[in-house]
């Protein structure tokens, strides 16, 4: 029996596997699909998040409940005041620290006629750092070693001034007269303090007014 033609010549088949690698390579479809998965691949890595990658804590927005927008501004808060205990006096009826006026050793203390008819001065005080809750007051005046008037408070309350002291406004204390206008007096005043503390203190004037 004779044999085919085409087994007879190796060339033939070489031929024929050419033509279908050729074949094959032209293929849209296979192409296409083997793009698209390549494409796929591609924009998969560079899409995707690094698992192993890390974060500044310095890039991350900062709490708000980190800002000290809300805490209290220091210059808010009074000064703090040395201790002291000033006798002084203020205009009658009017209770403001600007008014108050620190009574010296010969300084004048003005003799005036009340609302009510009676002759008093008009004394103040301004403390801080000596004694603490409410007041109690003695003020006695003397002039030529003579009483001459004198007035006893009890459970005064001071009024902050907002400068790191408290007052003590307008405390009358009734003299015996416009006549001692004009002479030298001894003013002593004694203060306690319902929570502690005691302070005393001892002023040389002179009386002005009387009239």
């Given at each position: 029996m004779q044999e085919p033609v085409l087994l007879r010549r190796p060339g033939v088949w070489l031929a024929a596997g050419l033509l279908a690698l050729v074949a094959l390579a032209c293929d849209p479809?296979?192409?296409?699909?083997?793009?698209?998965?390549?494409?796929?691949a591609a924009v998969g890595r560079a899409d995707a998040p690094d698992a192993s990658a890390s974060f500044d804590a310095a890039e991350l927005p900062e709490s708000p409940d980190?800002?000290?927008?809300?805490?209290?501004?220091?210059?808010?808060?009074?000064?703090?005041?040395?201790?002291?205990?000033?006798?002084?006096?203020?205009?009658?009826?009017?209770?403001?620290?600007?008014?108050?006026e620190a009574l010296t050793d010969g300084g004048p203390l003005e003799v005036q006629l009340g609302s009510q008819g009676a002759w008093m001065v008009v004394l103040a005080v301004r403390t801080a750092g000596i004694l603490s809750g409410k007041l109690d007051l003695e003020a006695r005046l003397w002039v030529g070693g003579v009483d001459a008037g004198g007035v006893i408070r009890t459970g005064l309350q001071p009024v902050?001034?907002?400068?790191?002291?408290?007052?003590?406004y307008s405390?009358?204390?009734?003299?015996?007269?416009?006549?001692?206008?004009?002479?030298?007096?001894?003013?002593?005043?004694?203060?306690?303090?319902?929570?502690?503390?005691?302070?005393?203190?001892?002023?040389?004037?002179?009386?002005?007014?009387?009239?």
């Open positions: 479809a296979r192409v296409g699909s083997d793009a698209t998965a390549d494409s796929d980190a800002t000290l927008e809300d805490a209290p501004d220091a210059a808010d808060a009074p000064p703090e005041a040395e201790p002291l205990f000033a006798v002084g006096t203020n205009p009658f009826g009017v209770s403001s620290p600007a008014q108050f902050p001034g907002g400068d790191g002291y408290v007052y003590l405390l009358p204390l009734i003299v015996d007269g416009p006549e001692i206008a004009g002479s030298a007096a001894n003013l002593v005043v004694d203060a306690t303090g319902s929570g502690g503390g005691e302070a005393h203190a001892s002023l040389e004037l002179e009386l002005t007014g009387g009239r």
